[in-house]
């Protein structure tokens, strides 16, 4: 008999991964990620995630949604960015990948797949700096630099306004 804990995964007993149920709806801008939707929206997505780990009742926690409400928003035109969070309360977080030892801990997770832990500032400005500074170049984004209103100036253009 398997213990409570387990169940049959590909023939093979796998431990029990504790996650909320995927939402119906994910329209808010930030994206809300459980346990069982962290591959999809995080690892495969191929996508750059500023993902927040977070606790519903934590004070700090509380002060930072609307600030990453802000980020999310100043990205909505990049579909290469998602701002998104994770109750770390209600949801099991893959600890190999994840340092989760208290709230708020936020992570970037490249398109590329390399994993930043960050550790600036609280501020919208920082956050998009910190987005900006480690997402990967796209092949369509080499040539344009990347104005906080979401816009796109060529290097040239971007050069006449630093003269």
Same mark, same amino acid.
């Given at each position: ?6 169940? +049959? ?28 939707? +962290? ?24 002060? +930072? ?99």
């Amino acid at each position: 008999m398997l213990p409570d804990a387990c169940f +049959l995964q590909d023939g093979k007993v796998a431990a029990h991964k504790k996650s909320q149920p995927i939402p119906a709806e994910n329209n808010e801008p930030v994206k809300v990620v459980v346990a069982e939707s +962290l591959d999809d929206m995080v690892f495969n997505s191929g996508k750059n995630v500023l993902i927040e780990f977070y606790a519903p009742w934590c004070g700090h926690c509380q002060k +930072l949604a609307p600030i990453l409400d802000e980020v999310a928003l100043a990205f909505q035109n990049d579909p290469s960015v998602i701002v998104a969070k994770l109750d770390a309360t209600a949801n099991d977080i893959p600890s190999d990948t994840f340092d989760v030892k208290g709230f708020p801990t936020i992570y970037f997770r490249s398109a590329d797949g390399k994993v930043v832990v960050y550790e600036g500032s609280r501020t919208k400005e920082d956050f998009i700096s910190f987005i900006e500074k480690n997402k990967p170049a796209s092949h369509g984004e080499e040539s344009s630099t990347t104005i906080r209103s979401g816009e796109h100036k060529t290097e040239e253009s971007a050069a006449k306004d630093e003269l």
